[in-house]
T-cell receptor, first 113, second 118 residues
Framework: KAGVTQTPRYLIKTRGQQVTLSCSPI?????VSWYQQTPGQGLQFLFE???????NKGNFPGRFSGRQFSNSRSEMNVSTLELGDSALYLC????????????FGPGTRLTVT | AQSVAQPEDQVNVAEGNPLTVKCTYS??????LFWYVQYPNRGLQFLLK??????LVKGSYGFEAEFNKSQTSFHLKKPSALVSDSALYFC????????????????FGIGTKLQVIP
């Protein structure tokens, strides 16, 4: 069974631009979560989607948004990029939510210049 | 609000010796607890979880963790460390759904770097 895939793997953008990251979960997984990983802050929860509905949101500004499609694939969008948005963005999928373990993709490395 | 603490930034252990990576948590009810490992240039991998039942949980690659409710801890252990165990380890917690009636986010610790010395 294929793992979680994320595209693109690497991205370089300039301040003020916007970016869209994509995540394809493991087949049969309905929950997708997004995290921002930085050396100083560790993994910070962005949001979680289940059955195309956002179920939870972390403490990030409204510039960060996401959505989930009927096939459980998810996209994350960041508008008006700032230098501090440079990070590894991880997507994780799980069969369900709460007591289910998450399976992580390799991440998208975003660099904002 | 729930929180997770991993008090050690780095743990060094000699190959063949037992290892412990510490984790303490704070939640409003009985938690769901997880350990993940991140190898260099790779995504996080699930190691084990505690939901309910036996306080000693066994997971992948010979790792185990002990849930201690009185000490609010969930330390990761392995009887004999391998050099290949060197990686970044994350503890995570999620409030159980029955307390909130909804979906609870996962909170991760800051991570502990494990260095196994040959």
């Amino acid at each position: 069974k294929a793992g979680v895939t994320q595209t693109p793997r690497y991205l370089i953008k300039t301040r003020g631009q916007q970016v869209t990251l994509s995540c394809s979960p493991i087949s049969g997984h309905r929950s997708v979560s997004w995290y921002q990983q930085t050396p100083g802050q560790g993994l910070q929860f962005l949001f979680e989607y289940f059955s195309e509905t956002q179920r939870n949101k972390g403490n990030f500004p409204g510039r960060f948004s996401g959505r989930q499609f009927s096939n459980s694939r998810s996209e994350m969008n960041v508008s008006t990029l700032e230098l501090g948005d440079s990070a590894l963005y991880l997507c994780a999928s799980s069969v369900g939510h709460n007591d289910y373990e998450q399976y992580f993709g390799p991440g998208t490395r975003l660099t904002v210049t | 609000a729930q929180s997770v603490a991993q008090p050690e930034d780095q743990v060094n252990v000699a190959e063949g010796n037992p290892l412990t990576v510490k984790c303490t948590y704070s939640v409003s009810g009985n938690p769901y607890l997880f350990w993940y490992v991140q190898y260099p240039n790779r995504g996080l991998q699930f190691l084990l979880k505690y939901i309910t039942g036996d306080n000693l949980v066994k997971g992948s690659y010979g790792f185990e963790a002990e849930f201690n409710k009185s000490q609010t801890s969930f330390h990761l252990k392995k009887p004999s460390a391998l050099v290949s165990d060197s990686a970044l380890y994350f503890c995570a917690v999620r409030d159980p759904v029955y307390l909130s009636g909804g979906y609870q986010k996962v909170t991760f610790g800051i991570g502990t770097k494990l260095q196994v010395i040959p």
